[in-house]
């Protein structure tokens, strides 16, 4: 077999694509969590921080066309791996029993089925403003930065660059307590996917071995619970009324 | 681990699933086994009820079992819904009635996967393990008398962890404890089994990628790293090796990827 087909016909090559391309999408939903953690200082820090991304352009369109190649492959190998694994069995068990896999391991194809569709209803709200389009960016006033949004020490976007109110956005989205708790259920899904993902990885890999198996088990746990606590905060800070819109700001302007 | 021995007398019910040929419907049985003697194997067990079956005239359960020992790999059945019974690292021939309490319903079934077809009752035919051996699981050097002991340093650590991969005993329970019904656990041990000592080292990358191949082609699942096979083991071979494997398959495919042929086998030119 040649080099491709070894990746995308054997198992153990399809393995090895969905575990870098679970890699990547880690990669890429840490990043997102601390950009959009920026909601809790001032509206200058996230607004500025959406403005420098789409001020990249063509590198914006790279990176996003590389996290869509890597969730299709992804969720290719895992469908395509599901049912020859179904088909695999044969005849199902008349007593069926568990030794030892967890749940988390057991639950992956509907944590990750399910974080599909919050995906796109994702994507739908914030990126294309198809969902809940009255308060999309948009759809509302602009905002002015304060002062010089920076990255790494240089200012990337000035003060007094007029940009989309991506905090009001937000804020605005998650007052919809359907929305926030969709929201929240759906990270909490993520988070269970990515403690057997992360585990697993290492596995598929070949990196993991009894000497540090214990260790990398709790970092995952560890990992998933500060990822989901800080996904948490965002739509749990509005639904108790500690994070509120621009507009209802604009009486009392904040201060710095 | 063996349950303690005991001296009191259990009864059960086996709910077997009986099924009279491939092509035939199957269904569950129930069966009483009575006052049996809890130290007997579960084997024996099966042994005393098939003598009932055929002293009334009935069809005796068809079963698999040779050394009844734990060493020939045999043995087989999913004892409720355990490959080998609820034993840790045992046969289901190491298997003894005083690990069941008395008045218990034992559901007792073939392993389950497309590649292993069933023949008769709990019988399978695991025909396909035999085609992965034949693809890699040997090495082709010259087997003559022993030669000696000191030529061939191997470091202590490796021999033991090949040793630990040694004693696979080919049973398949891997497989049908595995929610995939995958066949690492089993591949696993033989690559990892080869591939520690010095004598694997030249077959080492044909023999993993041509394994894993007839592995695949052979219909068994896809790993999903949840280690029901390991923990199904009657020789609790570990799932490291299948971590081993997975790093194996991915150097030996980008080396054979690259790797020149010999003009005399084609290659060479341009
Ligand atoms: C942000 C999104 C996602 C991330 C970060 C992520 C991450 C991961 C990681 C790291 C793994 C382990 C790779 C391995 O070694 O097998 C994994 C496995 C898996 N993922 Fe995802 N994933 C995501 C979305 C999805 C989606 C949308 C699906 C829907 C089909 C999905 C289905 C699966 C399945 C079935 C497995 C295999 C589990 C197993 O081998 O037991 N994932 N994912
Ligand atoms: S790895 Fe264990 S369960 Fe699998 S075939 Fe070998 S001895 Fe049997
Ligand atoms: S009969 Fe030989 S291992 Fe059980």
Redesign the interface.
């Known amino acids: ?3 491709v087909g ?2 995308f ?8 694509l969905m575990a870098v391309t679970g890699v990547i999408l880690i990669g890429f939903v840490i990043g997102h969590l601390v950009g959009n953690l920026q909601i809790f200082s001032h509206p200058d820090h996230i607004n500025g921080y959406a403005q420098f991304l789409h001020q990249l352009g063509p590198l914006l369109w790279v990176a996003r066309i590389g996290l869509i190649v890597a969730v299709v492959v992804h969720i290719w190998a895992a469908t395509v ?1 599901t049912l ?2 179904k ?16 749940l988390a ?2 639950a ?1 194809r509907w944590t990750g089925y399910i974080v599909l569709a919050f995906l796109i209803y994702h994507l739908a709200h914030f990126t294309l403003g198809a969902a809940q389009s009255a308060t999309f960016k948009d759809n509302l006033k602009s905002y002015v930065l304060t002062a010089d949004y920076r990255v790494a020490g240089f200012p990337v976007v000035n003060a007094g660059t007029k940009v989309a109110d991506v905090y009001s956005m937000v804020i605005l989205g998650f007052q919809s307590p359907i929305v926030a708790v969709f929201y929240i259920i759906a990270v909490g899904l993520l988070s269970l996917h990515l403690l ?1 993902g992360i ?2 990885l ?9 000497k540090w198996s214990g260790c990398l088990r709790k970092v995952a746990i560890v990992f998933c619970l500060a990822y989901f606590v800080g996904n948490l905060a965002i739509p749990g800070a509005v639904l108790a009324g500690k994070l509120s819109p621009q507009s209802a700001k604009i009486s009392a302007p904040a201060q710095r | 681990m063996v349950a303690a021995s005991s001296t009191k007398s259990i009864s059960v019910t086996l709910r077997v699933w009986r099924q009279s040929g491939p092509k035939e419907l199957g269904q569950f049985k129930d069966y009483s086994a009575k006052d049996l003697n809890p130290n007997m194997s579960f084997l024996e067990m099966l042994d005393v009820v098939n003598d009932e079956l055929t002293a009334r005239g009935e069809e005796p359960i068809a079963f698999a079992h040779d050394c009844r020992e734990g060493i020939c790999g045999t043995c087989s059945l999913t004892i409720n819904g355990k490959p080998h019974g609820p034993g840790k690292g045992i046969a289901t021939c190491q298997t003894y009635m005083r690990s069941f309490h008395d008045g218990d319903i034992i559901v007792v079934e073939p392993f389950r996967a497309a590649a292993f077809p069933l023949i008769k009752d709990l019988v399978v035919d695991r025909t396909s393990f035999d085609k992965i051996m034949q693809a890699g699981g040997f090495i082709t050097a010259r087997a003559g008398s022993a030669p000696e002991a000191n030529g061939l340093p191997v470091p202590k650590g490796d021999a033991d962890r090949a040793m630990d991969a040694a004693q696979c005993i080919g049973c398949g329970a891997c497989v049908a404890a595995c929610k995939n019904a995958s066949a690492m656990l089993f591949v696993s041990a033989k690559v990892g089994h080869l591939g520690l000592l010095p004598q694997g080292q030249a077959e080492r990358d044909r023999r993993v990628l041509a394994m894993v191949n007839t592995m695949d082609e052979e219909g068994f699942g896809n790993c999903t790293n949840q280690y029901e096979c390991s923990a199904a083991c009657p020789k609790t071979i570990s799932h490291d090796f299948i971590a081993r494997l997975n790093r194996d398959y991915l150097s030996a495919s980008l080396r054979s990827a690259f790797r020149p042929e010999a003009a005399s086998t084609g290659g060479g030119g341009a």
């Open positions: 077999m040649n080099l070894s990746f016909r054997s198992s153990i090559g399809r393995k090895i791996l020859e694994n088909a695999a069995r044969g005849s199902n068990y008349g007593f069926k029993h568990t030794i030892q896999a967890t391991s057991r992956m057997h585990d697993s290492f596995q598929t890999l070949g990196l993991r071995s009894n």
